[in-house]
C-alpha cells in the first residue's frame, strides 16, 4: 500500500513569506532606485538648462556688442563720409577730409572746467565729435551753444544734441551770429575752425571778438595741425598755452589754449 505525502502546511507558508520579504525588499529598492534616477534625470536637465541658458546669454551679448561695433562703425563712416563731402563743396570752410579723433576731442575738453557755471560756446562742431567729448567731461548739454555753417551739419547734430542751442551761421562774425542766443557771458569757447584757412588778420578779428562774449579768465581753445600758433600772437595781448601732441589722431595734432592777459 502506497504511502501519502502529506505537506507541512507551516513550511509552505514560510516559503511564501520568505519570497514576499524579497519581493518587497526588492520592489523597495527598485523605487528608490527610479527615485534616485528621476532625482539625477532632473538635476541633469537643470545643468543642461543652466549650460543652455548660459551660452544663450553670452550669444546675445556677443550679438548686441557686435551690433554695438557696426552702429558704431557706420556711424563713423557715416561722419568721414560727410566730412569728405562738405571738404569736397568747400574745403576751406571745412578745413579737413575727418572728422576729430575721440583723443584729440578730449584733449579739447579736458581744458573746460565743468564745475564752472554758464554756457559753453562750440564754433565749428562739425559732426560733434567734441561735443560729445564736452558732455563726457561734465559739461551739461543744455550749457552748449554749437555755431555750425553747415546746415546739414546742423541737422545732424539736431538730431544728436537735442538739448544743445544749435545755431546755423558764420563763426567769424561770432557776435553777430549769437545775438539773441547767448543769455549770459560763456565760460569758455571751442574751436575746431580750420583757422590757417584764413587771412592772420581774420583770425586775430575772430579771436578778439570771441573773447568779449566771456568771463574775464575763459579760455579760447583750438586745435591745429601745424606747428605754429593758428592765433597770431604779436601784439595780441594774449597768454597761450600749448599741449603735447596727440599722435593718435590723423594727423597729429596740438592743442593751442588763449586767455586774455590781466
Known sequence: MARSTIRDPRGSLAARLGQSSVAARIEGEMRVTAAELADSVAEARLKVAAVRYKVEDEVRSTADKL????????AKFGDDARFLKSWID???RTGSVTPSSPFLARRMASFVDPDQPGPVIEIGPGTGPVTEALIERGIDEARLILVEYSPEFCKLLRERFPRATIIEGDAYAL???LAGHLPEKATAIVSSLPLFTRPPAV???????????????????????SVVSPVPRKGSGLKAFVSDWVLRNIPPARVWVYRRAT
Open 175 to 177: 557776435s553777430t551770429t
Open 203 to 225: 583770425r586775430s578779428a575772430l579771436v578778439k571778438d570771441a573773447f568779449t562774449l566771456v568771463v574775464p579768465g575763459a579760455p579760447f581753445i583750438q586745435f591745429t595741425y
Open 67 to 74: 551690433m554695438s561695433r557696426v552702429s558704431d562703425a557706420k
Open 90 to 92: 568747400d574745403p576751406l
